[in-house]
């Protein structure tokens, strides 16, 4: 399985090698996945093209909202570790590490996503800012204390989850953002 340890954006897994880069923790032991190798229901939570925060409220048939593990602002660049919970028991359900270009958002926008309260994508549809989102790839991970503390999972059982890219409708990047399922 491959490491992450370079912190550059051309690294796997990027936004979240760049998140361990910054901290003493090794990255966890990942395998990049076709879709199809994908078991369901993650392969149906993780293979499309939408956001991830009405897939995962469809899903879990209620709100979400987010609690950040750890955030550091490099001028433009906001990079976020975020817990996704559902509302109605604060289940985790998500385990996620993005890199937002805060240039690219109105002043109200770029407020609601500092606040660290509110879901991405929810921040979107409230704003109404048109963009596309694309999955980047799948893999499957053996979660470190990290990721299994945040999403209550026990460590070194097999997670899966995604790599994706937000875009504007000129193609910049609004957000990448790799996210992490819990076993379900």
């Not at 897994?13 to 993650?42: G, N």
């Not at 070194?156 to 609004?174: E, I, K, M, N, T």
């Amino acid at each position: 399985m491959p490491d992450a340890s370079d912190g550059s954006s051309d690294a796997p897994l990027f936004p979240l090698s760049e998140c361990y880069a910054r901290t003493h923790l090794a990255f966890p032991k990942f395998e990049r996945l076709p879709a199809d190798q994908v078991p369901e229901p993650y392969r149906t939570l993780l293979a499309h093209d939408n956001d991830m925060t009405p897939t995962l409220e469809h899903f879990h048939g209620g709100e979400i909202y987010i609690h950040a593990l750890r955030s550091e602002r490099r001028s433009n660049e906001y990079f976020r570790e975020v817990v996704l919970h559902r509302s109605e028991d604060d289940l985790p359900i998500e385990f996620g590490a993005n890199c937002i270009d805060l240039s690219l958002f109105t002043l109200e926008a770029r407020w609601m996503i500092l606040q660290e309260k509110v879901p991405l994508g929810r921040i979107l549809k409230y704003h109404q800012i048109k963009h596309s989102t694309r999955a980047l790839g799948f893999f499957r991970i053996e979660p470190d204390e990290l990721i299994a503390g945040a999403l209550k999972s026990v460590p070194r059982v097999p997670l899966y989850g995604r790599q994706a890219l937000l875009s504007d409708l000129q193609g910049r990047p609004l957000s990448r953002v790799v996210e992490v399922l819990p076993v379900l």
